[in-house]
């Protein structure tokens, strides 16, 4: 069902807001600085318990306020019973409430509410550096495996306590512990992985295929040590230059994603144009691979990214967002009457105030 009530209060330009959202597309019209961009972030807010700009969120309580609140009507994950999520940033803290309930971490949001972005830095899937790479592949673990979100604090808390021994110049059987830990959760991670990878690659290669006309892509999952090697091994051989940079060279916190068109490394040979609709094609098949393996839709945002397109390739997407069935916000500054036909629910934006 995804998200069917959504409240705001004194978040950034929205001072009160009260929205029923239809299960499939639902369009937002405004224009630039609006408040388009706060309405998605707060969604997104629900779902993920952080925002996707840059800065603290104690600096989106509007002004003149001693804080926001973020209020949500959801579904139960494993039922059809109604699940209030609600956040409140205060005091330099954000609190959140499941069900009237605190949870245990800011990650049980995204387990009862999945959201899933794309916006104009969506093209950072491909033209930027692994980390968005590996976020990507991590979200999708994160949805259907329920032992990875254990397995990935483990192995990071391992890593950590890894890390300052190293740039402590501490004795190697010190570190044996942690070389321990780091070991089995780092094969974990990597087994999860590629078992993800594995069911999410036929759609994907075909989405993004017929997104740039038939041109034949390749992801490549590199694990993030030598393929021939053990990742035991590997940490063994690079002790050394770990000891030098005060660093674990080795382990899934390096693993990469090789995307190819034709061949080529992907970042060289499309524009940023093509980047944008390769990104969002992979993250629309990622939906897809979701609902599959989960039974459960997620809630998709699009934050002006269909304005970014010609007509045509905006109509192709829009037309494969339709597809992948899930709720969907999409924010536009304008929006040709294709769109407003299909559109469930069409909501309109003007400094701060939502119609």
């Not at 994160?142 to 979100?149: M, N, R």
């Not at 044996?176 to 759609?203: F, I, K």
């Not at 045509?312 to 597809?323: D, P």
């Not at 969907?328 to 009457?337: K, W």
């Amino acid at each position: 069902m995804g998200l069917t009530r959504l409240s705001i209060r004194n978040f950034r330009c929205i001072s009160s807001a009260d929205l029923e959202f239809d299960p499939t597309l639902n369009l937002i019209i405004g224009k630039n600085a609006s408040g388009k961009t706060s309405l998605i972030e707060a969604v997104y807010l629900l779902g993920r318990g952080r925002s996707f700009r840059a800065g603290n969120l104690e600096a989106a309580i509007r002004t003149g306020s001693a804080e926001f609140q973020i209020h949500g009507l959801t579904t139960h994950p494993r039922s059809a019973i109604p699940l209030p999520v609600g956040l409140v940033q205060s005091h330099r803290q954000l609190l959140a409430k499941i069900a009237g309930m605190a949870p245990e971490n800011l990650a049980s949001l995204s387990e009862n509410f999945p959201v899933q972005l794309i916006d104009s830095q969506a093209h950072q899937l491909i033209g930027g550096g692994p980390r968005s790479r590996r976020q990507f592949l991590d979200w999708g673990v994160f949805h259907v495996e329920p032992a990875f979100f254990p397995s990935w604090r483990k192995y990071q808390r391992a890593l950590q306590q890894r890390n300052a021994l190293l740039r402590a110049k501490r004795a190697l059987k010190e570190m044996a512990g942690w070389d321990e830990e780091l070991v089995v959760h780092g094969n974990a991670l990597d087994r999860m992985r590629r078992a993800y990878l594995a069911n999410l690659l036929p759609t994907a290669l075909q989405w993004a295929s017929q997104a740039l006309g038939g041109a034949e892509i390749n992801l490549d999952y590199h694990s993030g040590w030598p393929e021939e090697l053990s990742l035991s091994t590997a940490i063994e051989k690079t002790i050394h230059r770990d000891y030098e940079s005060g660093s674990t060279r080795c382990g899934p916190h390096r693993a990469e994603i090789s995307i190819r068109i034709n061949g080529n490394a992907a970042r060289e040979r499309i524009s940023m144009g093509q980047e944008k609709v390769l990104a969002g094609s992979l993250l629309l098949a990622q939906t897809v691979i979701y609902r599959s393996l989960t039974g459960r839709v997620c809630t998709l945002l699009l934050d002006d990214f269909p304005s970014e397109l010609d007509s045509i390739h905006q109509q192709r997407f829009l037309q494969r967002v339709l597809e992948t069935g899930s709720q969907t916000l999409i924010t536009a500054i304008e929006s040709g009457q294709w769109i407003m036909d299909v559109a469930a629910k069409l909501f309109h934006v003007e400094q701060g105030k939502i119609t």
